[in-house]
């Protein structure tokens, strides 16, 4: 375990075991970079203060923290020793570590242990409010293309092509970053798999499909009647087909027609076309039978 000493928002120095490293702060910012993600770091006050707790729920506390190097804002989630496996930390933090370079994962970018806690730090990120987006918003598709499709396919996507199963791919685990890009998180329930597993697979599909669901729910006048324009319930239909030789794979969903209404090179997301035409309905019972999606 490495300890950082800072001084006047200055590194000055890096201790391990018996070995003390001293150097100008600009030479000893590199070499944490070098570090960061790869080792774990203890005295977290040295490098962050300002702790603001956004939510405790289960075994996890979320906060906020400040940067004494850089004044910046960051997000962390911090795990009480007693209360979490350590082989399951460890696991989360090679999982993300094997992600930190894939921009719809949640950036790892340090990581502290105490003599009580473990403290995962990341980028900063906000949550999205997604029943207070406007009709206007869900009918543009600006959002639902943005937060599910274009990133959070994508995502599955490497996930799958990693190995790897997020067990909950939902709207409460999609963030979004400065920059306005989605961010999953909640590796703590994800797991590195030894093979390739179908079912798994097939899994965070089902669930991708039932976040479109949900997003249109939130501004639905009807929750058994939600329009999805412009063959969305083709697309949906075929995320939750329960068969799993009927259910379209991640290739076939994210080369779906669905998404030729979005210029794939404009940034942020512009549609092709304005204001989409509400071509189909999705209701309880349809998504168990056929669905003429260009009616």
């Known amino acids: 375990m490495l300890k950082w000493k800072c001084q006047e928002n200055k590194l000055i120095s890096l201790h391990f075991q018996q070995i003390n490293i001293q150097a ?38 979320t906060c906020t923290l400040k940067s004494k190097l850089d004044e910046k804002m960051y997000f962390c989630k911090c795990y009480k020793k007693q209360q979490v496996e350590k082989y399951k930390i460890y696991e989360q933090l090679i999982i993300l570590r094997k992600l930190v370079d894939f921009k719809n994962v949640a950036r790892l970018i340090d990581f502290f242990e105490s003599s009580n806690s473990y403290y995962l730090i990341f980028e900063e990120m906000s949550r999205v409010h997604y029943h207070s987006l406007s009709h206007e918003d869900i009918q543009s598709m600006m959002f639902v293309y943005q937060i599910i499709y274009q990133d959070i396919l994508c995502c599955i996507k490497v996930l799958i092509s990693n190995r790897i199963f997020h067990s909950q791919i939902t709207l409460q685990n999609i963030l979004i970053d400065k920059d306005q890009n989605c961010r999953l998180v909640g590796f703590d329930h994800a797991e590195q798999l030894t093979e390739e597993n179908a079912v798994l697979n097939s899994l965070m599909l089902t669930m991708a499909g039932n976040a479109m669901i949900k997003l249109y729910q939130y501004n639905s006048v009807s929750k058994d009647s939600i329009s999805i324009p412009d063959y969305g319930n083709s697309l949906v239909q075929g995320l939750l087909e329960t068969k799993l030789d009927q259910q379209i794979n991640i290739e076939q969903a994210l080369s779906h027609e669905y998404f030729e209404y979005f210029d794939y090179n404009s940034s942020p997301m512009k549609q092709q076309q304005i204001v989409p035409k509400l071509k189909s309905f999705i209701t309880q019972q349809s998504l168990s039978s056929p669905i003429d999606s260009h009616n």
């Open 24 to 61: 100008g702060n600009e030479d000893l910012l590199i070499l944490k970079k070098h570090l960061d993600c790869k080792a774990t770091y203890v005295g977290i006050r040295e490098i962050y203060d300002n702790v603001i707790i956004i939510q405790q729920s289960g075994i996890a506390k």
